[in-house]
C-alpha cells in the first residue's frame, strides 16, 4: 500500500493504533483458532472474501516439515480437499511463515460462508492445529485529535467528504494550499504547518496593522462598528475567518484539537480581507502572488501555491481584473477553488464564483442536502459540507479559532457554517490530488473532483455533479 507519510507521523499513528491492533488481533485468535473438537465459529467481519483469497494453516508439532510441492504431500491432503468440498478448484501453496504455518492461496473465487466453510473441514483434520484468513491490514490514520470525532464532515458516510480512506494514500504532503482571507492567527494547532505568507491590504484602516501591504499576515481582527462599513448595518466582532479556514485544509493532526482535511499539505495565509471585507485590486494581487507570479513592490512568494482558496466573494459579474488573476494563477499552473456564497440565490450574481476557470462550491449540511444558506445554480461545480450552525451547533465545520471579540486573544475551536467553510474542503482534496501527481493540471483536478463526486443523499439541486469525495479521488488520479 502506498504511503507517503512523514516518518513522524507514522510512528505516532502506529502508537496510537496499537490498542485498537491488539484487540483487533485478540479477537481474530479467539474467533478462530479452535481444537479439532470446536464448533466453527467465525467472526463475520473476520471473515472477508473479498479482501482475501489467501488461508493461513498452522499444523500440530509443525508438520509437514519443509513443504515445497506441498500440496501433493499427503499431509496437505486436508487442505486440498476442504476446497474441493465446498468450492472444487485447486489449492495453491504460496509458502512456510516463520511461525512455522502455512499460507496458501484459494485457485477459485468463493464467498465469505464458503470460506468458513472451508475452513471448518480444515479444523475437522486432528493435526491441524489453526486456520484463519489472512487478512489485510492497513495504515490506521484515523487522527487522534482530541476533538477529531466532532469533525463530522470528514468522514460520516452521508454528509462527509470521505478522508479517512484518502488519507491512507496521502495527506498533502508537499502541496503548498494559498489561503487569500483575513490573515492567520498563530494557533497552537495550525501555525506548524504554516509558511510565510504576505498582507496585501493596502488600506490600513482595513487592516488595523497600522500600515499597508506587508509581510507580516497575521489577522489583527476585522471587528467593525455599527454603520461603518454600510450605514445601517450593526457592527460586528473578529471573525478570525481566515484560521478557521486554513485550520480545515492544514491544521495540525496528532496533537491536539482538531485536523485538516490535508494535514500533510501547509498553508500560504495571504492576507486580503480585513475590515468591512477587501478590495478586488488587493484580492487579484494576493492570487497572482500566492500562485507565483509577480507583483511590483512585494517580493516573490518563496512558496507558490498549487491550489488557491478564495472563500470570498461579491456581488456582481466576473470582470476581467478577477478573470484576469484566475487566468494568471491557472497559467501557472494553481487550482483556483471559490466558494459559491451563502445569500441562496442563483450563484451567477457571485463573483469571483461566476468566473471561469474556478471550481464553485456549494454547501451542504450534516445529513447530504443544500445547507440552507448555499447558492446554487449551473456554475456550481461541486459541493462539499458547509455546516450548519443554527439549529445544532454541532452541524457546524468544526475548525481553528480565536476568543478574541476584537483584538486576538487565545486559541479555541469553533463551529461556523457557510460555503466558506465549504471550499477548504475541496481545496485540501485538490491538494491530496497534487500530492499523488504533482504535474497534474488545473482542468485535470477539476474533472477528477467532478467524475468521482459521489451523488447527493438528499435534495441539493444546483449543487453540480456531488459531494467530493476525497478518497475516490485520490484513488482516481492514483490509477
Ligand atoms: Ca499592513
Ligand atoms: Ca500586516
Ligand atoms: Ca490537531
Given amino acids: 500500500m502506498k504511503n507517503i507519510m512523514p516518518s513522524g507521523y507514522l510512528i505516532k499513528k502506529l502508537a496510537l493504533a ?11 485468535v479467539n474467533a478462530v483458532v479452535m481444537d479439532d473438537t470446536s464448533q466453527a465459529s467465525f467472526s463475520p467481519q473476520l471473515v472477508n472474501s473479498a479482501e482475501t483469497d489467501r488461508l493461513i494453516v498452522k499444523y500440530k508439532h509443525n508438520t509437514p516439515q519443509n513443504l515445497m510441492s506441498a500440496l501433493s504431500d499427503s499431509s496437505m491432503q486436508s487442505v486440498s480437499n476442504a476446497v ?32 468458513k466453510a472451508i475452513m471448518k473441514k480444515m479444523m475437522a483434520d486432528p493435526n491441524i492445529e489453526m486456520v484463519e484468513p489472512d487478512i489485510r491490514m492497513y495504515p490506521m490514520l484515523t487522527p487522534n485529535d482530541a476533538r477529531y470525532n466532532e469533525q463530522w464532515h470528514y468522514f460520516e458516510t452521508t454528509g462527509g467528504l470521505n478522508l479517512p480512506t484518502a488519507w491512507d494514500t496521502t495527506t498533502g504532503t508537499g502541496v503548498v494550499v494559498g489561503v487569500i482571507d483575513t490573515g492567520y492567527r498563530p494557533h497552537a494547532d495550525l501555525v506548524g504547518n504554516l509558511l510565510p505568507g504576505y498582507d496585501f491590504i493596502s488600506s490600513a484602516q482595513t487592516a488595523q496593522d497600522g500600515n499597508g501591504r506587508d509581510p507580516d499576515a ?24 481566515g484560521t478557521h479556514v486554513a485550520g480545515t485544509i492544514a491544521a495540525v493532526a496528532n496533537n491536539r484539537g482538531v485536523v485538516g482535511a490535508a494535514f500533510g499539505s501547509r498553508v500560504v495565509p495571504i492576507r486580503a480581507l480585513g475590515r468591512c471585507g477587501g478590495s478586488l485590486s488587493d484580492i487579484a494581487d494576493a492570487m497572482i502572488w500566492g500562485a507565483g507570479g509577480n507583483v511590483p513592490g512585494v517580493p516573490a512568494n518563496p512558496n507558490p ?3 488557491l482558496n478564495l472563500s470570498l466573494g461579491g456581488g456582481g ?21 471559490v466558494a459559491a456564497g451563502n445569500e441562496s440565490q442563483n450563484v451567477s450574481n457571485a463573483t469571483p464564483a461566476n468566473c471561469n476557470g474556478v471550481i464553485t462550491v456549494a454547501a451542504t449540511d450534516r445529513s447530504g442536502g443544500r445547507a440552507f444558506y448555499s447558492n446554487f445554480g449551473n456554475r456550481v461545480d461541486v459541493a462539499a459540507p458547509g455546516g450548519e450552525t443554527n439549529s445544532v451547533r454541532a452541524n457546524g465545520v468544526l475548525s481553528t479559532l480565536n476568543t478574541g471579540r476584537r483584538n486576538p486573544r487565545n486559541d479555541s475551536l469553533a463551529f461556523y457554517q457557510g460555503t466558506s467553510m465549504a471550499t477548504p474542503h475541496v481545496a485540501a482534496a485538490a491538494a491530496l490530488l497534487y500530492s499523488v501527481n504533482p504535474s497534474i493540471t488545473p482542468n485535470q483536478v ?34
Avoid at 18 to 28: E, F
Avoid at 89 to 108: D, Q
Avoid at 322 to 333: E, F
Fill in 317 to 337: 459579474a466576473c470582470g476581467s481584473t478577477i478573470q484576469s488573476a484566475i487566468n494568471t494563477a491557472r497559467s501557472l499552473g494553481a487550482t483556483v477553488v
Fill in 446 to 479: 477539476e474533472n477528477i473532483l467532478e467524475s468521482t463526486a459521489r451523488s447527493f443523499p438528499r435534495r441539493c439541486r444546483g449543487c453540480g455533479a456531488g459531494i467530493v469525495d476525497a478518497a475516490a479521488a485520490v484513488d482516481a488520479v492514483n490509477r
Fill in 305 to 307: 501555491a498549487q491550489v
Fill in 218 to 241: 497575521r489577522d489583527e481582527g476585522d471587528w467593525t462598528n455599527d454603520n461603518e462599513c454600510v450605514p445601517g448595518r450593526p457592527g460586528t466582532n473578529s471573525s478570525w475567518h
Fill in 18 to 28: 496499537s490498542t485498537v491492533a491488539l484487540a483487533a488481533a485478540v479477537n481474530t
Fill in 84 to 115: 474441493l468440498d465446498v468450492v472444487g478448484g485447486k489449492v495453491n501453496y504460496i509458502r512456510k511463515m516463520s511461525t512455522g504455518a502455512h499460507v496458501v492461496k484459494l485457485g477459485n473465487k468463493v464467498s465469505d460462508s464458503e470460506l
